[in-house]
């Protein structure tokens, strides 16, 4: 039985979504550190503070000339962990609700992507928005079980590097790259927009701490691959997905939601000239997904009949929760140091291009509210 409510806010949600867009676009600029050194004290980023820009302003200064640009949310160098999450946690809760949902964190190399991602490793307070909303997700599976429902959630972890896909929770460490299998980790969707990557480990999951514990198996495996593979990570995709699979009996209602988690390969331009070999396979390859990934965005903006999905193994991974009704949200990184001020632009740029996606229709909301989730609770 669907009560007239239900349905009701069901049509208004979707009414919402369809005004707001379902691309969210946040920017964070992280602290100078002492590694970026003391030529970088001049201040080349600044907040503006006018009503309409507070939170949401940033403004960046390259030869004497300031550029502006304005985000769903602007995160300073002082904005903790927790205040980041605060902001995402309800797009993370929709998951539970059977929507597909992608963050992504962009940004050039030391920009701060992982730091956001992931966290700072042995810092409780400093944790990422991967183990917040694992937290937070498995936290509100048991008050919803008080409702009625049943959960399942299953782990997958993952690399794209130069176009090929590494299991991050594989016992077999160099499965992908030692073994001339075409058909290993073949990605494919069936036609409920369930994606499958043969071979790939899923492991059923049914605390923070299991995830927390896969976590850093994949960590090890990453860090592997760093020394062996020329700093692999900087230069690969990491694809952290948690399907979640609920039942509710007595509601007669069954949802299925996926949330990825990615933190994306560097996106600083890598000089072409010096490039050879390995080199410039892999920059061809980061500079291949990366613009695959903004195609994809603007194909689904712009409601074109082809979106290019298959161009990259990102995009074709991800394809049933980039577009239709899954929320994606592009958190841009920026380091604040002077030296980084043409990649900070190039970034900016890209994020404001992203924004743009949804501009049409002026915003009133800064923060991102996507409505209360559909299993409210507590
Ligand atoms: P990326 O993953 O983009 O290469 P990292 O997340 O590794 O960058 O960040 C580079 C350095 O900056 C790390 O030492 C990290 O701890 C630090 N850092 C990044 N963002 C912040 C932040 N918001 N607060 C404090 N330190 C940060
Ligand atoms: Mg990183």
Not at 115 to 131: A, F, N, Q, R, V
Not at 290 to 299: K, Y
Not at 349 to 371: D, G, K, W
Request: net charge positive.
């Amino acid at each position: 039985k669907v009560i007239e409510g239900e349905a009701l806010r069901k049509k208004l949600h979707n009414t919402i979504l369809e005004l707001k867009g379902n691309i969210r676009v946040f920017c964070r600029v992280r602290p100078l550190l002492s590694d970026d050194g003391i030529d970088n004290v001049t201040k080349t980023i600044s907040f503006p503070t006018t009503t309409e820009a507070l939170g949401r302003g940033i403004e960046v200064v390259q030869h004497g000339q300031t550029h502006p640009f304005m985000f769903d949310k602007v995160f300073t160098p002082q904005s903790s962990q927790e205040e980041v999450f605060v902001e995402i946690s309800q797009l993370v809760q929709s998951a539970l609700d059977g929507y597909k949902v992608c963050i992504f964190a962009y940004g050039q190399t030391g920009s701060g992507k992982t730091h956001t991602m992931m966290g700072t490793p042995g810092s409780y307070d400093d944790k990422g928005l991967i183990p917040r909303s694992l937290e937070q997700i498995f936290e509100a599976r048991e008050k919803l079980k008080e409702q009625g429902w049943k959960y399942e959630m299953q782990v997958s972890m993952l690399e794209i590097y130069n176009e090929t896909i590494r299991d991050l929770l594989s016992s077999n460490k160099y499965s992908s790259t030692d073994s001339g299998n075409k058909q290993q980790y073949a990605i494919k969707h069936d036609s409920n927009g369930n994606t499958s990557v043969a071979d790939l480990t899923i492991v059923d999951v049914r605390s923070s701490k299991e995830v927390a514990f896969l976590l850093n198996r994949a960590a090890q495996s990453r860090s592997v691959g760093k020394t062996q593979m020329n700093e692999q990570s900087s230069r690969s995709h990491f694809v952290f997905t948690l399907r979640i699979s609920g039942v509710n009996e007595t509601m007669e209602q069954h949802v299925q939601g996926v949330l990825n988690l990615i933190d994306l390969a560097g996106s600083e331009r890598l000089s072409k000239s010096g490039s050879t070999g390995d080199r410039l396979k892999e920059t061809q390859a980061i500079n291949k997904s990366l613009s695959s990934l903004t195609d994809v965005i603007f194909a689904l903006a712009k409601k074109e009949e082809h979106v290019p999905y298959r161009n990259s193994k990102l995009t074709y991974l991800l394809q049933p929760c980039l577009g239709g009704d899954s929320k994606t949200l592009m958190v841009v990184n920026v380091s604040p140091a002077q030296s980084s001020v043409n990649e900070s632009l190039c970034s900016l740029r890209f994020a404001a291009r992203v924004n743009a996606c949804e501009i049409s229709i002026p915003r009133r909301q800064t923060s991102m509210r996507y409505l209360e989730p559909r299993l409210s609770y507590g």
